[in-house]
């Protein structure tokens, strides 16, 4: 059983917008800013996309934006590409998240 | 460049042992904290183990407690994972990845390794 709790599939059209949302506990995601989110592409090393919540690494692209509200965390991808289509995965101090599996239409 | 290479992975019996290297380079090792995360066969990832930068912090998922021993050599730039007592379940793609900071290993880990695969058999 994950740390954090996830959905386990999301989809969208190209060019939709779309939110995954990254569920922990007020001793955890609801009172430290340390969520982290991670692109992962079969057969690849995962990638980091957010850090700290709403901090992205350089080179990321900016359509990718993270938040927070009590103790869930979210990923937002808006102007969905096909390249986005990989799993996704939230990660905090209590581990990580059981991944979502994004899914372009 | 910074980069991250594990080796060490394998085909190994239940109850045997085995360990894993990351060797790094591009960056300065020791200033920075550095995890192990696997990944089972059709799974998700799950964090295994961090230190920290110094070596003097060690962190371990209870799954693995007691059975794990992460380390470093600083000198070397290298990071390890002697795993005893392997199970089935510990059957996985094992990654080394660099923290963000010095400490604490949950503030995002920026630059990943290939993974290697360890399979445990009955």
């Known amino acids: 059983q994950s740390a954090l709790t996830q959905p386990a599939s999301v989809s969208g059209s190209p060019g939709q917008s779309i939110t995954i949302s990254c569920t922990g506990t007020?001793?955890?995601?609801?009172?430290?800013?340390?969520v982290s989110w991670y692109q992962q592409h079969p057969d690849r090393a995962p990638k980091l996309i957010i850090y700290e919540v709403i901090k992205r690494p350089s080179g990321v692209s900016g359509r990718f934006t993270g938040s927070k509200s009590g103790n869930t965390a979210s990923l937002t991808i808006s102007g969905l590409q096909a390249e986005d289509e990989a799993h996704y995965y939230c990660?905090?101090?209590?581990?990580f998240g059981g991944g979502t599996k994004v899914t372009v239409l | 460049d910074v980069r991250l290479l594990e080796s060490g992975g394998g085909l190994v019996q239940r109850g045997g042992s085995l360990r894993l290297s990351c060797t790094a380079s591009?960056?300065?090792?020791?200033?920075?904290?550095i995890s192990w995360v696997r990944q089972a066969p059709g799974k998700g990832l799950e964090w295994v183990s961090a230190i920290s930068g110094s070596g003097g912090s060690k962190y371990y998922a209870d799954s693995v407690k007691g059975r794990f021993t992460i380390s470093r050599d600083n000198s070397e730039n290298t990071l390890y994972l002697q795993m005893n007592s392997l199970r089935v379940d510990d059957t996985a793609v094992y990654y080394c990845?660099?923290?963000?900071?010095?400490?604490?290993?949950?503030?995002?880990?920026?630059?990943w390794g290939q993974g290697t695969t360890v399979t445990v058999s009955s």
């Open positions: 591009g960056y300065t090792f020791d200033f920075y904290a």
């Open positions: 007020s001793s955890d995601v609801g009172t430290f800013d340390v």
């Open positions: 990845a660099k923290g963000r900071q010095i400490l604490e290993w949950f503030y995002g880990m920026d630059v």
């Open positions: 990660c905090s101090q209590a581990g």
